[in-house]
């Protein structure tokens, strides 16, 4: 077969490896659609950097406000959320090859893949935020911003080996995302919107959507992970939003609060809440009957029927006149539980009943007084004779 032909289809070949090792890494019990171990490491990737500028405007450069950005961003996180860990494919105005950012990430074994970048357009006046995911190519201006960020490989020494002749400037190289696995779609998109919906309703800023593209970095990693354009440095006004200190923090914060919806979500799907509250410090009140008392690494299934940043009484005027309600502290947020029952198949019919009431309830495992992942908990069970 033709050179290039050959060189595409080991290409499609490596991408399609990585894929399926993307799904072994993905829990399979949930189908691979939500981590087993909830949101613990986050890449934060600042594109472009050194000698490749990305992007330019009148007065800046992308790669710069790129980096302020994810710097912010990555301090959020960190002073807020200090369950997560933060890694960074750079914290200054360096080079990183595309292949290198992918592995870091992949090394890192992270949860989430943040690529931050700044947008161009040859219209001064296009302007709004975007979220792009790994996905099918498609003929409109989306495919402009693939081959604009895919285009730093070109910069790479040996780049046709490297990426096993892989050409950001072809549109037949770009069949393959249209083959891929869809491992962490569903998920990148989820974390997509979650990051749109602050840009739109808290930064003001005009809402572009999630969109599907074939994003290189994004195909080598294996995580969830998307692309945001924060913005058009191609228009003027956008362009000194994108510069001020104030345009970079309102929308480094918004992407902090995606990630924070994002993370609750996930979170809240594996059960994997950290109570920070020891079994005899939680607060039981408004029962008339003293709490049931769990054996030593005893799992207990419960029901958990509100959460809220603010602690609200326990009493029964306050929860539909449940008189056995639990509340445990996480981090800023209080989580409040119902029921006690060594069966999990006791705590799926209560939680139906409880639904009536709370129609966002959920089970619940806890061990020693503290939360443990449902999956876990099952297993153990299981093993037990």
């Known amino acids: 077969m033709p050179i290039y032909i ?26 691979g659609d939500v981590p087993s171990k909830g949101i613990r490491t986050v ?61 870091i990430a992949n090394k890192a074994e992270a949860d989430l893949f943040i690529s931050i970048h700044v947008n161009a357009h040859t219209k001064s006046s296009v302007h ?70 602050q840009f739109r309703e808290r930064a003001g800023r005009k809402d572009l959507g999630v969109r599907e593209q074939g994003i290189y970095v994004l195909a080598r990693t294996s995580m969830p ?39 609750e979500e996930i979170d809240r799907r594996t059960n994997l809440a950290v109570v920070r509250v020891e079994p005899d410090q939680a607060e039981i009140t408004g029962t008339d009957q003293p709490a049931v008392q769990a054996l030593p690494d005893q799992i207990i299934f419960r029901i958990q029927i509100s959460s809220s940043k603010h602690k609200v009484p326990t009493d029964p005027a306050s929860f539909e006149g449940y008189r056995d309600v639990q509340v445990t502290q996480d981090g800023r947020w209080y989580k409040y539980l119902t029921g006690h029952e060594p069966s999990y198949h006791h705590a799926l019919e209560r939680c139906k009943k409880v639904k009536a009431d709370f129609p ?24 037990q004779p």
Request: hydrophobic share 35%; aromatic share 10%.
């Open 43 to 103: 890449v934060i990737d600042a594109g472009h950097g050194g000698k490749d500028p990305g992007a330019t405007g009148r007065r800046g450069k992308e790669k710069d406000i790129a980096l302020s950005i994810a710097l912010m961003t990555g301090k959020y996180i960190e002073e807020n959320i200090p369950d997560v860990h933060v890694v960074y494919t750079r914290q200054k105005d360096v080079y990183v090859e595309l292949w290198k950012r992918a592995e």
């Open 6 to 31: 050959k060189r595409l289809s080991q290409t499609f070949l490596v991408l399609t490896f990585l894929a399926c090792m993307t799904g072994l890494k993905a829990g399979t019990e949930n189908g």
């Open 128 to 197: 709004g935020a975007l979220t792009l995911v790994l996905g099918q190519h498609r003929a409109d201006e989306n495919f402009d911003v693939a081959v604009r960020e895919n285009s730093v490989i070109l910069l790479e020494d040996d780049y046709e080996t490297r990426y096993e002749g892989f050409d950001p400037r072809s549109t037949e190289s770009y069949i393959m995302f249209t083959l891929m696995q869809k491992t962490y779609f569903n998920q990148s998109i989820e974390f997509g919107d979650f990051v749109q919906d």
């Open 225 to 263: 992970g998307v692309l945001v354009e924060t913005g058009f440095i191609s228009n003027p006004e956008e362009e000194k939003y994108l510069l001020s200190k104030y345009g970079q923090e309102i929308i480094a914060s918004a992407i902090f609060r995606g990630f924070r919806e994002y993370k």
């Open 360 to 383: 966002d309830a959920f089970v619940v495992a806890t061990k020693n007084g503290k939360l443990i992942p449902l999956n876990e908990a099952l297993k153990e069970i299981n093993r």
